[in-house]
C-alpha cells in the first residue's frame, strides 16, 4: 500500500510513497506526519473507484444497469440478472481498504504524545478513524475494533482471527467519541487545503447521531448483526440521537468558518470552481504530475487510485454520426476530456421514472440542468477530430455547426418525436425527429439501457486540452467529493422530521437549499447564459408538512449521483419501498418502449456480505467462518 508524508508544505498535502510502514516509524515526528498524510491520501482507494461508486447507486431509485453492463453492476441491481453474494459484492472495495488505514490512525493516535504532536492534528486523525468505521457499520453491521492487539489499538501482528463487535459498540466506543474529540480539537480554518476542519467534524457526527438514531428506532424490523438489543449503552433512545444531529448540525450551520453555501447550483459542480467553499472533504487529484496522482494522465488503468466512476453513467454518445456534403456518414461528436463528454461505459443507465418525478420541475428548478448532461454538441473542428467541414447535416437534413446539438434529451412527453425513418436509427442513439429541429431528440419515456443524459455534475475536466480534444482517456483529475456543506441542511432537516426542535423547522431548512436551486446564471442544456431567479417559485412549492418521503426526494435532486442513496435508503429503510420498481426501455439503439422492471429486495439485502476474501484469510473453522458472516449470504 502506497503512503505518504510531508515534507516543508503550506499549501497543500506534499505526498511522498512509501511500501510499508514499521511500528517504530510511528516513533518519529516524520513517521506519525507521513501517516497522518496518508490518512487523506487513502480516500483516493474509495471515492472514484467505479465499482464501489456501482455499490451505492446501482439498484437504488438511481440507477440502474446499462447497455454494456456485466456482473459487478447486475449483481446489484437486484433485478433479477444476477445475485448478490460474498463474491460479487464491491462493497468489498470498503473492507479491504478501510482497516489499514484504521490500524494507521490507531497508530498515530497512540503515538502522538510521545513526538509532541498537537491536540488539533490527533483530530484528524481521531476523525478518519472515525470516518471509516461510521462507512463500515453502515455497510456491513457490527465489525472488529479488535485489530490483533487490543480495541482500538495499533496493531503491528498478523492476526488471521477476528471478532465482530455489534453495531452499539462500534458508535459508543469510537464513533461518537472519536468524532467529539475532533470536533473539540479541529480548527475552524483548514490548516491546509483540502483538510479537515470543525465544520468537517460536525457533519459527519450528526450524520452518525442521524443513522444511530434510525437503527435504534428500527421502523420497519430490519434485522442487524452481529446479534445485539436494539438500546443503546449509553441510555438514550432514538430521540435523543436525533435531537444531537439537530444540534450539531445547526451549530455547523450557524458558525460555518470558511464554507458556505454557492450562489447558484450551477456553481457547486462546475469544474473551473472545484474546491470552492460548499465542499467539506474529497478525495483529491492533480493533473499537474503523474507521481503525486498516481496514475496515468493519458489512458487509465480503470483501477483504484484512479477517478474514474463517471465513466459508467456515461453512454457511447461517440457513435452518432451525421452527413457531410456528400452523403457520407461522419462522427459528428468526439470523445473530449471536457465536463459533458468524457470517456463512455454505459454500465449505469437512470431510470425514466429519475426524469418524470425526481426532476419533473425542469423550469424553476436548476439542479437538473446543474446535473445532467441533456444536450450533446458537435466537436468535430477540434484538434484530433475530422473530418475537416464546417457543416454538417443532421435530424431531418438539415445543417449542423461545431457547437450545435447533434442529440438532445427532451425535458417532458409534451412532444412525441418520430422515431422511425430517422437516418442510421437517429445517428446511432436512437434519437428521433421533431419537424423543423436538427437535433435528434428523445423524449424521457424513450430512455434506455443504451441513450441516457449524462452526469455532467462528475464529468471530465482538463486545463491542458489547449484547443484539442485533450486526454479523455486519461483517469479524472478532479476531485471526488466526499462532503458539502449543504448536506448539514438536509441532515438537520431529517432529524427535525423525526421530531428534533430547534430555530428553523424541517420546512425551513429545505427551503434555504430549493431557494438557491431557483437561481440561475447559466443554461447547460442550451448552452448560454440565463439569468432567472425563480426562488419564490420554488419555495411556494415545498409542501407544508415534510415528512421523510420528501426529505429523501431532496436529497436525491441536491445529491443525485454522488454516491449517497443506498446508504439514504438504508438509514431510514425506505429502500425497499422507493427502489422496488422502475421503468426503462431496453439496449438496442431502437428501442424506446418502456418495461416496468422489479427487484427483489429482501431485509437481510440492508447489509452487505462480508467479502469472500477476508473469509478465506481468517484461520477459522467453517462454522466460525460463517458465524462470521452476515445472514443471507452463507
Known amino acids: 500500500?502506497?503512503?505518504?508524508?510531508?515534507?516543508?508544505?503550506?499549501?497543500?498535502?506534499?505526498?511522498?510513497?512509501?511500501?510499508?510502514?514499521?511500528?517504530?516509524?510511528?516513533?518519529?515526528?516524520?513517521?506519525?506526519?507521513?501517516?497522518?498524510?496518508?490518512?487523506?491520501?487513502?480516500?483516493?482507494?474509495?471515492?472514484?473507484?467505479?465499482?464501489?461508486?456501482?455499490?451505492?447507486?446501482?439498484?437504488?431509485?438511481?440507477?440502474?444497469?446499462?447497455?454494456?453492463?456485466?456482473?459487478?453492476?447486475?449483481?446489484?441491481?437486484?433485478?433479477?440478472?444476477?445475485?448478490?453474494?460474498?463474491?460479487?459484492?464491491?462493497?468489498?472495495?470498503?473492507?479491504?481498504?478501510?482497516?489499514?488505514?484504521?490500524?494507521?490512525?490507531?497508530?498515530?493516535?497512540?503515538?502522538?504524545?510521545?513526538?509532541?504532536?498537537?491536540?488539533?492534528?490527533?483530530?484528524?486523525?481521531?476523525?478518519?478513524?472515525?470516518?471509516?468505521?461510521?462507512?463500515?457499520?453502515?455497510?456491513?453491521?457490527?465489525?472488529?475494533?479488535?485489530?490483533?492487539?487490543?480495541?482500538?489499538?495499533?496493531?503491528?501482528?498478523?492476526?488471521?482471527?477476528?471478532?465482530?463487535?455489534?453495531?452499539?459498540?462500534?458508535?459508543t466506543k469510537c464513533v461518537f467519541p472519536d468524532l467529539i474529540y475532533a470536533v473539540e480539537n479541529l480548527p475552524t480554518e483548514p490548516r491546509l487545503t483540502g483538510a479537515v476542519t470543525k465544520t468537517t467534524a460536525r457533519l459527519f457526527l450528526a450524520k452518525a447521531y442521524l443513522t444511530y438514531g434510525w437503527w435504534l428506532e428500527n421502523p420497519n424490523n430490519i434485522p442487524t448483526y452481529p446479534a445485539a438489543d436494539r438500546v443503546d449503552p449509553d441510555g438514550h433512545n432514538p430521540q435523543w440521537y436525533f435531537q444531537q444531529a439537530y444540534d450539531v448540525a445547526m451549530a455547523a450551520i450557524n458558525d460555518p468558518g470558511p464554507y458556505g453555501l454557492q450562489e447558484t447550483y450551477y456553481d457547486v459542480n462546475l469544474a473551473e470552481n472545484d474546491r470552492n467553499s460548499e465542499h467539506l472533504l474529497y478525495a483529491d487529484r492533480t493533473e499537474e504530475s503523474e507521481y503525486y496522482l498516481d496514475g496515468s494522465l493519458t489512458y487509465a488503468s480503470a483501477a483504484a487510485p484512479d477517478n474514474f466512476a463517471v465513466w459508467m453513467v456515461t453512454c457511447n454518445i461517440y457513435v452518432m454520426n451525421a452527413l457531410d456534403s456528400n452523403g457520407d456518414q461522419v462522427q459528428s461528436v468526439w470523445r473530449e476530456a471536457a465536463q459533458s463528454y468524457g470517456r463512455p461505459w454505459t454500465r449505469m443507465a437512470p431510470p425514466i421514472e429519475v426524469f418524470t418525478e425526481t426532476f419533473a420541475d425542469k423550469t424553476h428548478d436548476s439542479r437538473y440542468d446543474g446535473t445532467f448532461v441533456t444536450s450533446y454538441r458537435g466537436n468535430w473542428n477540434l484538434d484530433g477530430a475530422a473530418p475537416d467541414v464546417d457543416v454538417m447535416y443532421n435530424a431531418n437534413g438539415l445543417e449542423v455547426q461545431p457547437g450545435d446539438a447533434i442529440l438532445t434529451f427532451l425535458d417532458d412527453d409534451s412532444q412525441t418525436p418520430s422515431y422511425t425513418g430517422t437516418f442510421n436509427n437517429g445517428g446511432n442513439m436512437g434519437g428521433g425527429e421533431l419537424a423543423g429541429r436538427s437535433d435528434y431528440v428523445i423524449a424521457p419515456s424513450g430512455i434506455s439501457r443504451r441513450s441516457y443524459p449524462g452526469l455532467w455534475k462528475l464529468g471530465t475536466y482538463r486545463t491542458d486540452n489547449d484547443g484539442g480534444l485533450g486526454e479523455p482517456n486519461g483517469a479524472l483529475t478532479r476531485p471526488f467529493y466526499v462532503a458539502k456543506f449543504s448536506e448539514l441542511y438536509l441532515v438537520a432537516a431529517e432529524a427535525a422530521v423525526k421530531g428534533a426542535s430547534g430555530s428553523m423547522s424541517a420546512r425551513e431548512l429545505i427551503n434555504v437549499l430549493r431557494a438557491r436551486a431557483g437561481k440561475w446564471r447559466w443554461d447547460n442544456g442550451a448552452n448560454e447564459e440565463k439569468v432567472a431567479d425563480y426562488s419564490a417559485e420554488m419555495v411556494a412549492a415545498t409542501p407544508q408538512t415534510i415528512d421523510i418521503d420528501y426529505v429523501l426526494e431532496e436529497r436525491s435532486r441536491e445529491l443525485f449521483g454522488e454516491g449517497y442513496r443506498w446508504y439514504d435508503l438504508i438509514r431510514t429503510q425506505k429502500w425497499g419501498e422507493v427502489a422496488a420498481t422502475f421503468t426503462i426501455c431496453g439496449s438496442e439503439v431502437s428501442d424506446h418502449t418502456p418495461v416496468e422492471y422489479s427487484r427483489e429486495i429482501a431485509d437481510y439485502h440492508y447489509l452487505r456480505p462480508i467479502p469472500q476474501g477476508q473469509l478465506d484469510a481468517l484461520e477459522m473453522t467453517d462454522a466460525e467462518k460463517a458465524e462470521y458472516q452476515n445472514p443471507g449470504y452463507n
Open 1 to 171: 500500500m502506497a503512503l505518504f508524508l510531508v515534507v516543508g508544505c503550506t499549501d497543500i498535502l506534499e505526498e511522498h510513497p512509501r511500501n510499508i510502514y514499521e511500528p517504530g516509524f510511528f516513533q518519529t515526528e516524520t513517521g506519525v506526519m507521513g501517516g497522518l498524510t496518508s490518512l487523506y491520501a487513502h480516500l483516493r482507494w474509495i471515492y472514484g473507484q467505479a465499482y464501489y461508486y456501482n455499490s451505492c447507486e446501482t439498484g437504488t431509485d438511481e440507477y440502474t444497469w446499462g447497455q454494456s453492463a456485466d456482473a459487478n453492476f447486475k449483481d446489484h441491481d437486484l433485478s433479477g440478472e444476477g445475485q448478490l453474494t460474498p463474491s460479487t459484492s464491491r462493497s468489498d472495495v470498503i473492507w479491504n481498504a478501510l482497516f489499514t488505514n484504521i490500524n494507521t490512525a490507531s497508530g498515530i493516535i497512540e503515538n502522538a504524545s510521545g513526538v509532541g504532536l498537537s491536540d488539533a492534528l490527533i483530530g484528524e486523525a481521531t476523525f478518519f478513524r472515525a470516518f471509516d468505521y461510521f462507512l463500515l457499520t453502515q455497510t456491513f453491521g457490527g465489525v472488529p475494533l479488535d485489530l490483533g492487539s487490543g480495541e482500538l489499538k495499533f496493531n503491528a501482528t498478523p492476526a488471521r482471527v477476528s471478532v465482530r463487535n455489534t453495531v452499539p459498540e462500534v458508535y
